[in-house]
């Protein structure tokens, strides 16, 4: 077990022990769709984010770029493009994040994910209204007293943008292991625009996602849902063992 120098240090407890921390935190990661106002120290993100960094990165590029905002920055942010939503004025996002159309298996895993989550809550389908309003939950980072923007050069390819996905995972996973909880959201690159304007991000910068972060509202019904998880043999071949 390395240390933060790369070293290797004696583990503080046994092996196995550390193993299920770290699957717990892993497993017990989910996307949070109500957050407590419960504030969350500065301190206590700078120290989730200085792990994360740990993430490896093609020639320790380390692509990531973080705007973390609070208090009355956030509520600028989510107050604008709150608006923007409201009023049905989502901009052409600068990359492709689904295919189009879906092809099987990931047509029917989306459906059962989304129609899953509607019907937790008691949306019905057709119902329009709700649906926006559930939708635009996102742009309130429901809830959370923090929220955090991620941007990548535009000059950088596919393999800084895998390498991203890494440092994301390394942030949601110390979260938990902190006793926080996330929501990774790709809703807000249909609003760049607005989020760049309010956060003075540059035009050469692509908006990655957005994350809310904070503590889990344990008696919200949205977080009673859990999307099923394929078994390991489903997408997975094991070649060369006995």
Known sequence: MPNHDGAAVSPAVPQDIQAEIVETAITSRASIRAFLPTPVPRETIERILAAASYAPSGSNMQPWKV???????????????????????????????????????YLTRRRATGWGLYGTLGIEKGDKDAMHRQHGRNFLLFDAPVGL??????????????????????????????????????????????????????????????????????????????????????????????
């Open 67 to 105: 705007r973390v905002v609070a208090g009355a920055v956030k509520d600028k942010l989510t107050a604008a493009v709150t608006a923007e939503h409201d009023a049905g004025r989502a901009q052409e996002r600068d990359f492709k994040y689904y295919p189009d159309p879906f092809p099987e298996p």
């Open 149 to 242: 923007v991620f941007t990548i050069d535009n000059t950088l390819e596919m393999g800084s943008w895998l390498d991203y996905g890494t440092f994301l995972q390394n942030i949601m996973v110390m979260a938990r292991g902190l006793g926080l909880d996330t929501c990774p959201q790709a809703a807000w690159c249909s609003f760049h625009t607005t989020v760049k304007e309010v956060l003075d991000i540059p035009d050469n910068e692509i908006v990655v996602c957005g994350m809310a972060l904070g503590h889990a509202d344990p008696d919200a019904v949205a977080n009673t849902f859990r999307p099923v998880r394929e078994p390991v043999d489903a997408f997975t071949r094991f070649l060369g063992f006995d």
